[in-house]
């Protein structure tokens, strides 16, 4: 498997080459969201093994422990062995272990899968994001980042609706169809995108890149990750709970609650494309506007008294999720050569994953506690302690741009 014979050095790359690094995104997408609406009929029919209700669940989440693990691993091996060859690999394997499960029940032996799953996940995830880094520079390279965030949330109200209609079609193994689009897109990718040529650190800055960095900065990267882990947290932790806040508020209908979690979620492309017109300022200022963004939207969240008002509340807070998300990777990428750019990724995209884990837990344990053994008497309080949490938050991001004078970028802080 091999990109166009045509050298890398006679071609430019441009709008398809963006979108084609963009799409495989959807992938880590179809793993953490395809069985939404197929879950509890995939639980009947394994109710009959021992701990069912667990290892489907870890059917859902498998993958998504496996990008965490595996992730810095995957940038290490873009580093050295380069984008392409592992990236169609990874996506080729993807579509294949993705889809064997239609035609398996054995539960464990599903999980096996679920992990290769989650392993070709890092390395798609890695390798896409530091393609575009390579292909691209300055504000195109912040956009086509911050596509990613918006990408991601579209991708995953359609994801859930087809893995329904699926599911409808064939049952509980029917969303498993959906890896097969794997197939195609890493045909597109072959077609239309190259091998990055390597580059050292003179020659990116020849180029007008910035090069900060030839070594991982260790204390910066993890910092970076640190705040990366809070960020996804406050990303993942509506999408997991709106059910949970809609019952506490007195919504049952499963279809009802679904429409407004669409609507909730549609505040995240909204501030991806925020990100864009203001993507240049100084990296402390958009935390700062993200993370009061998150403040005010979990403290009216933590208001509601309705299913709409809460919807609109969970719109202000998803939107300042739009564009926290793009900032820290935009903030990993800056400055680092070319050399290591792999690594970058994979440290930051590790550390996205585990907010995700993290994020169902934490506000579990938040409202159980808040509602005195009662999540969903809890679970409303529970945001407003975390709207105190991103308080705090932009404060520090406040103090770290009034601190810290450097010149206005993205990047600088």
């Given at each position: 498997?091999?990109?166009?014979?045509?050298?890398?050095?006679?071609?430019?790359?441009?709008?398809?080459?963006?979108?084609?690094?963009?799409?495989?995104?959807?992938?880590?997408?179809?793993?953490?969201?395809?069985?939404?609406?197929?879950?509890?009929?995939?639980?009947?029919?394994?109710?009959?093994?021992?701990?069912?209700?667990?290892?489907?669940?870890?059917?859902?989440?498998?993958?998504?422990?496996?990008?965490?693990?595996?992730?810095?691993?995957?940038g290490w091996l873009a580093d050295r062995f380069g984008r392409m060859k592992i990236l169609l690999w990874a996506m080729f394997i993807y579509a294949i272990v993705g889809t064997v499960p239609f035609f398996l029940e054995n539960i464990y032996l599903i999980l096996v899968t679920r992990c290769a799953?989650?392993?070709?996940?890092?390395?798609?995830?890695?390798?896409?994001?530091?393609?575009?880094?390579?292909?691209?520079?300055?504000?195109?390279?912040?956009?086509?980042?911050?596509?990613?965030?918006?990408?991601?949330?579209?991708?995953?109200?359609?994801?859930?609706?087809?893995?329904?209609?699926?599911?409808?079609?064939?049952?509980?193994?029917?969303?498993?169809?959906?890896?097969?689009?794997?197939?195609?897109?890493?045909?597109?990718?072959?077609?239309?995108?190259?091998?990055?040529?390597?580059?050292?650190?003179?020659?990116?800055?020849?180029?007008?890149?910035?090069?900060?960095?030839?070594?991982?900065?260790?204390?910066?990267?993890?910092?970076?990750?640190?705040?990366?882990?809070?960020?996804?947290?406050?990303?993942?932790?509506?999408?997991?709970?709106?059910?949970?806040?809609?019952?506490?508020?007195?919504?049952?209908?499963?279809?009802?609650?679904?429409?407004?979690?669409?609507?909730?979620?549609?505040?995240?492309?909204?501030?991806?494309?925020?990100?864009?017109?203001?993507?240049?300022?100084?990296?402390?200022?958009?935390?700062?506007?993200?993370?009061?963004?998150?403040?005010?939207?979990?403290?009216?969240?933590?208001?509601?008294?309705?299913?709409?008002?809460?919807?609109?509340?969970?719109?202000?807070?998803?939107?300042?999720?739009?564009?926290?998300?793009?900032?820290?990777?935009?903030?990993?990428?800056?400055?680092?050569?070319?050399s290591i750019r792999g690594r970058a990724v994979g440290m930051w995209q590790a550390a996205y994953a585990v907010g995700l884990f993290v994020s169902g837990a934490t506000i579990t344990i938040m409202a159980t506690a808040l509602g005195q053994g009662n999540q969903l008497a809890g679970m409303l309080?529970?945001?407003?302690?975390?709207?105190?949490?991103?308080?705090?938050?932009?404060?520090?991001?406040?103090?770290?741009?009034?601190?810290?004078?450097?010149?206005?970028?993205?990047?600088?802080?």
């Open positions: 498997m091999s990109s166009s014979s045509i050298t890398s050095e006679a071609r430019q790359p441009g709008f398809i080459q963006g979108i084609m690094l963009l799409l495989p995104i959807t992938m880590y997408v179809i793993g953490t969201s395809v069985f939404t609406a197929t879950i509890s009929v995939t639980q009947e029919f394994f109710k009959d093994v021992p701990h069912a209700n667990i290892l489907v669940n870890l059917m859902q989440t498998m993958p998504a422990i496996w990008v965490v693990i595996f992730a810095t691993v995957a799953v989650g392993i070709c996940e890092a390395v798609v995830l890695v390798s896409t994001t530091a393609m575009i880094g390579d292909y691209y520079s300055g504000r195109s390279r912040e956009r086509w980042l911050a596509g990613q965030t918006g990408l991601a949330t579209l991708a995953a109200i359609f994801v859930v609706w087809a893995g329904g209609v699926l599911g409808g079609i064939f049952g509980w193994q029917g969303p498993f169809l959906i890896y097969m689009y794997s197939f195609v897109l890493a045909f597109g990718v072959a077609f239309f995108c190259w091998e990055p040529p390597r580059r050292t650190a003179k020659e990116e800055e020849a180029e007008g890149i910035v090069v900060l960095f030839t070594k991982i900065p260790m204390a910066r990267m993890l910092g970076i990750c640190a705040v990366t882990v809070f960020g996804s947290l406050l990303f993942y932790t509506p999408i997991t709970q709106n059910a949970n806040a809609f019952v506490s508020l007195g919504l049952h209908d499963t279809n009802r609650i679904g429409q407004f979690s669409s609507l909730a979620a549609l505040g995240v492309p909204v501030g991806t494309v925020i990100f864009w017109f203001i993507g240049r300022i100084k990296t402390a200022w958009l935390l700062l506007i993200s993370f009061a963004l998150n403040c005010f939207g979990f403290y009216l969240m933590s208001r509601a008294t309705t299913p709409i008002n809460y919807t609109w509340a969970a719109q202000i807070q998803q939107l300042g999720c739009g564009l926290i998300l793009p900032t820290l990777l935009v903030w990993a990428q800056y400055g680092m050569a070319f309080p529970a945001f407003g302690k975390l709207s105190i949490a991103c308080g705090i938050a932009a404060v520090v991001s406040l103090i770290s741009g009034v601190v810290k004078r450097s010149p206005a970028s993205t990047a600088s802080a």
